[in-house]
């Protein structure tokens, strides 16, 4: 049986090869757009000090320049599946940590995901689905205080919506978080984009 994932990673291995490292090589239309998509997933930081966070689909690794851009005390290790991705971010970013194997990925106090489950191609809904809620689960595995995640949203206007896209039910995933992962569940979704930033963070002991 063929990996969805194979063509999710031929997919973004190709906008790569097309436009580079580059918002649009990540398929973002604007830097805009994709820099939006930063600031609501770093709302799950939750105090001012130094801080680690693991870019779960780093593509280029955007998001590290973001947060150097703020000055932010962070320490940063980026994840993809994707070689061409990871291959760019290794030389936009030297010495710093990117990793193609989810093993090598070490804990670290948040765990942040921009858009990376929007592309879904002809995986079934259902898949698809319980494919990013595995996800979710893995991300929090990893970290220690919390996690976020962006995804397009259900409420999206039916005639604009693309059939090769994952549209989440914002109202199902925050159910799913807070009975499989965490009581302390928080949803965005009040930033004038057709999408919506899911948070769980740690439980206090």
Not at 138 to 150: D, V
Request: proline residues 6%.
């Amino acid at each position: 049986m063929t990996d969805p994932m194979d063509a999710v990673r031929a997919y973004f291995a190709r906008r790569m090869n097309e436009h580079g490292s580059s918002p649009r090589g990540v398929d973002w239309n604007t830097a805009q757009a994709q820099e939006v998509r930063f600031a609501q997933v770093m709302n799950v930081r939750d105090h001012d000090g130094p801080f680690t966070i693991a870019d779960w689909g780093c593509g280029y690794g955007a998001l590290y320049d973001f947060l150097k851009r703020f000055g932010l005390p962070f320490t940063y290790v980026g994840f993809d599946i994707t070689p061409a991705a990871l291959m760019r971010a290794r030389t936009n970013h030297p010495g710093v940590m990117f990793v193609g194997d989810e093993s090598e990925l070490p804990e670290c106090e948040f765990v942040v995901a921009s858009g990376v489950f929007n592309i879904r191609l002809e995986t079934p809904v259902d898949a698809w689905r319980a494919y990013v809620e595995d996800q979710l689960g893995r991300m929090f595995a990893k970290a220690t205080r919390g996690i976020a995640a962006t995804f397009l949203t259900s409420y999206s206007d039916p005639p604009k919506q693309r059939a090769d896209l994952f549209y989440a039910d914002p109202l199902h995933l925050f159910d799913f978080a807070k009975r499989k992962l965490s009581p302390n569940v928080a949803l965005l979704h009040d930033y004038g984009h057709w999408d919506f930033t899911l948070i769980v963070r740690k439980a206090s002991p």
